[in-house]
């Protein structure tokens, strides 16, 4: 059973990685990433449930394989991350999506079916270079939560770069929390404290 | 004795102003939306102050004496006693089919949903809109104004402040304080929101800057609202600067 899983989660990494390359619009990339990350998700619950470490690791692989972190990274640290090294910004990138998804991966749990995304139409201003997914997620109270999704056109395709939850952005909101400690304690420091939790950015 | 305690208020918040612009000056951290930063966060130290003092240990109590269903109940009552000022602010937005819906929605929960305490209309799929006067000055073309911490009620902005005296003029519960007197609907009624609010205080508290962790995010909240959920994107790239 245990092999079968394994087998199943490389089978989705594998899988997953060239599919974003190919030339998919947002939409599409928003649907089938979410749509089989929740299925796999529903078909093992109990399974990641117990073994949340897997569960991180499907979510970053799968999930978040759609972000483009360093350009995330670099919106977040603003001016103060225009004199660090690209590693610099890669590593403040990837420390603040594990943060992320330690935090919240839990949640995909409540999700039930596929059913429960839905995808709304484009609307507002949409260029050939930027764009925004606007989703809903049902929420089990009957009620639901619009989840939306900036996307920019890279050299790889269509990749996100920034989630809104009713309608308040990571990124803007990070952005003036994070760059007062980056000026404070320097971007080393702050990587470090992303790591170990000491360091948030929205508490909890 | 109503006009005593008014003038009362207005010397104690005068001399709040004051001793807010007397703190010494940082740079803004955000200049175009907030240029009073210095008098919002004397506000905000002294809203947090009362919170914690009168408002917060209250609401801690509600909050566990009172069962989630019947919090639930009582969210949909309050709720749905706004709602004329939803429907009226659709209108006045030119959003007529929409005002409509919401006035079947505010009949049908008041009736079939037992004065409001059960949100029928939600499970009827009826969409819920949220309007205010706030909300239609920026539509008639306020769309910016400066972020505006107010004493006891918290985060706004010059136009959602001055909208607030259209809303008090028509909720029900404003007008009981107004006209007869009787504050206990609204002490309730504020107690009720602030305890719907302990699940999130956490993340503000724990902030690096809890005044700007609190003022982007009602900001954001509020351009989300206003544009009925679909606002423009941000400009990422200014962002790189």
């Known amino acids: 059973m245990r092999n079968l899983f394994g087998l199943l989660v490389c089978a989705v990494w594998l899988f997953g990685t060239p599919l974003t390359a190919q030339e998919q619009s947002p939409e599409e990339i928003i649907q089938s990433t979410a749509g089989e990350v929740l299925n796999i998700l529903n078909d093992q619950k109990a399974y990641y449930r117990d073994h949340p470490e897997e569960l991180e690791h499907l979510v970053n692989h799968r999930l978040m394989d759609l972000f483009d972190l360093d350009y995330a990274a670099r919106l977040v640290l603003g001016r103060h991350g225009r004199s660090a090294s690209a590693e610099q910004i890669n590593a403040f990138g990837i420390a603040m999506r594990d943060l992320l998804v330690r935090r919240y991966s839990q949640g995909l749990l409540d999700f039930e079916s596929e059913d429960q995304l839905q995808i709304l139409p484009l609307s507002g201003k949409n260029s050939d270079r930027l764009t925004r997914v606007r989703t809903r997620v049902k929420l089990g109270s009957g009620g639901f939560a619009p989840v939306d999704y900036a996307f920019r056109k890279t050299d790889q395709g269509w990749r996100a770069f920034d989630v809104s939850v009713e309608g308040i952005s990571y990124i803007t909101t990070y952005r003036n929390q994070i760059g007062p400690q980056v000026q404070q304690d320097g971007i080393d420091a702050v990587i470090d404290g992303l790591r170990s939790g000491s360091v948030g950015v929205d508490g909890n | ?241």
Not at chain 2, 174 to 179: E, Y
Request: with cysteine.
């Open chain 2, 1 to 241: 004795m109503r006009s005593h305690r008014k003038y009362r208020l207005a010397l104690l918040l005068g001399t709040l102003i004051l001793s807010a612009c007397a703190s010494t000056q940082k740079p803004l951290s955000d200049p175009d939306n907030d240029p009073w930063e210095s008098f919002n966060r004397g506000m905000y130290k002294f809203n947090t102050a009362v919170d914690r003092a009168v408002l917060r240990p209250i609401a801690k109590g509600y909050d566990k004496v009172t069962p989630q269903p019947v919090q639930k109940g009582i969210g949909n009552f309050l709720h749905n006693l706004s709602y004329p000022a939803t429907i009226i602010n659709l209108a006045l937005q030119g959003k007529f089919k929409k005002s409509a819906i919401g006035t079947g929605r505010f009949v049908l929960n008041s009736t079939v949903g037992l004065l409001g305490f059960f949100d029928v209309a939600t499970k009827a799929d009826i969409p819920d809109y949220d309007e205010d006067f706030g909300q239609t000055l920026a539509a008639w073309g306020w769309d910016d104004s400066r972020y505006l911490m107010l004493p006891f009620f918290g985060p706004s902005t010059l136009r959602d402040g001055i909208g607030r005296f259209g809303n008090n003029y028509i909720d029900p519960i404003s007008q009981l304080a107004r006209q007869e007197d009787e504050y206990r609907p609204l002490i309730f009624d504020v107690v009720h929101t602030r305890a719907g609010l302990l699940s999130q205080e956490q993340a503000l508290e724990e902030a690096f800057d809890p005044y700007i962790f609190l003022r982007d995010a009602w900001l954001q909240s509020r351009e989300y609202d206003i544009y009925d959920g679909d606002p423009p994107l941000p400009d990422y790239e200014d962002f790189l600067d």
